[in-house]
């Protein structure tokens, strides 16, 4: 295939300046991006995937060289692959749309005592997220944390609704200039549906990262109302807000934070977004994307894909937060509360494939790396450990540590990505 061909070409070239890639043969390829037809992907080659291609194949050499007992179980005969949703066939689109709408149709885990506003089996997911926040965001098991939750997610979906495919990711930078034009957002039948309608008249911008005290101001878009078109035009997002920057979404009936159910009162409301090419042309674009992969350690990587350090200063934004407010609204502007809307694991699928992709880029050195503590941006809180446990709560059984989760071929998963 004379795209295959290309796709090919570029990666050679380009191996002698990336700096500590490890040595990849052509024979052992996992990239299977050359079965893509470009078109489908929009006609653009982006440098951040000839990186995870190259990832790729490094996974599976280290892999098979230096991990034989997780090869044994875990090997390109065995192994789970997750795709861009422009690769998706409608049927497979489908597929997934029905079984995320068959979660929010099934009864919620999380006792009434524990989540008062849970509906179903989706929102067990978000509740999760919400208890958790200040230990999951800018901690040392950020990454790993929402790998673990992602995973969860694609298999309660495999599970308890049928589904037979894997989770899909969303490719930030293929759409940087303009996100309703991808297959996630562009408000088809087979998207997870687009735009809001006008809403909120009376906001000028959303603030990061915060409204009362914004380091940056993202402008407000067309939309900011509900969502008027696909699959999730009736989508209930049932609890929240927290920290939300859309002045239209009410408060949520619990809202003390010294309650242990903050934020997990009962709150049913449509769901609301406000794409903004604003947001994704200067911050998720491919040489922002580049220019994360290229970070020499996991201190520079993890600052660098959460807003930099000290946070947001010079506008800049990182991949992780210009991906939330890529849809922004509510509930995605609120970092709580953002897996209400489930744009949410496309978005993590792409974080958790760029941090995948950055670890196998040297997989001997980076496989383990960790850095952060135990507390939200707080550097004098006891440093995470790769002995340090995980919990999903009621969205899915089974503590792993952190240390279980470095690798997408060890621990409980057996995934790649292409
Ligand atoms: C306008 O903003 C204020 C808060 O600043 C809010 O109370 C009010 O509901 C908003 N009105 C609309 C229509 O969005
Ligand atoms: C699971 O992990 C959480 C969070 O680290 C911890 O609080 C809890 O005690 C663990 N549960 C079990 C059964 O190990
Ligand atoms: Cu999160």
């Not at 990587?301 to 800049?316: E, I, L, R, V």
Request: net charge neutral; with cysteine.
């Amino acid at each position: 295939m004379r795209t295959g061909a290309l796709l090919w070409l570029a990666p050679m070239a380009l191996a002698s300046a990336i700096p500590a890639l490890e040595e990849s043969s052509p024979a052992l390829s996992f990239d299977k991006r050359q079965d893509v037809s470009l078109n489908v992907l929009g006609g653009k080659i982006l440098q951040a995937d000839i990186y995870a291609g190259l990832a790729a194949i490094n996974q599976q050499i280290y892999q098979a060289t230096q991990k034989s007992d997780q090869w044994k179980k875990c090997n390109p005969a065995t192994i789970m692959v997750r795709r861009e949703w422009a690769t998706f066939s409608t049927s497979e689109k489908t597929n997934y749309i029905t079984a995320v709408r068959c979660l929010a149709e099934l009864p919620a885990k999380t006792p009434k005592s524990d989540c008062p506003g849970c509906k179903n089996r989706y929102d067990d997911f978000v509740a999760t997220h919400i208890r958790q926040t200040f230990a999951i965001h800018n901690t040392g098991n950020f990454l790993a944390w929402h790998r673990y939750f992602t995973y969860a997610y694609e298999q309660t979906l495999r599970n308890e609704c049928g589904y037979k495919g894997y989770q899909p990711y969303y490719n930030w930078p293929r759409w940087a200039d303009d996100p309703m034009k991808s297959p996630v957002l562009d408000g088809s039948a087979t998207s997870m549906s687009g735009n809001g309608v006008a809403g909120c008249v009376n906001q000028t911008f959303y603030g990061i990262p915060t409204n009362d005290a914004p380091v940056i101001k993202i402008p407000k878009g067309t939309g900011g109302g509900c969502v008027n078109s696909g699959p999730f035009q009736d989508w209930s997002v049932n609890l929240g807000p927290v920290f939300t920057d859309s002045l239209c979404t009410p408060a949520n009936p619990i809202s003390d934070f010294t309650d242990p159910n903050m934020g997990l009162g009962s709150n049913p409301r449509c769901l609301k977004r406000d794409i903004s090419a604003w947001t994704t042309s200067q911050w998720s674009n491919d040489a922002m994307v580049v220019k994360l992969l290229n970070s020499p350690d996991i201190k520079t990587f993890w600052y660098d894909m959460q807003g930099g350090d000290p946070a947001f200063a010079n506008n800049f934004m990182g991949v992780h937060t210009a991906g939330h407010f890529t849809v922004g609204a509510d509930p995605g502007s609120d970092f709580f509360t953002s897996p209400g809307d489930p744009y949410f694991f496309f978005h993590h699928g792409q974080i958790d494939r760029v941090w995948w992709t950055w670890q196998n880029m040297n997989p001997s050195v980076r496989i383990n790396a960790i850095y952060g503590t135990t507390v939200i941006a707080d550097p004098t809180a006891p440093a995470s450990k790769l002995s340090d446990s995980m919990t999903l709560g009621y969205a899915f059984p089974g503590n792993i540590t952190i240390g279980d989760a470095m690798s997408t071929m060890g621990g409980p998963f057996c995934y790649t990505y292409i």
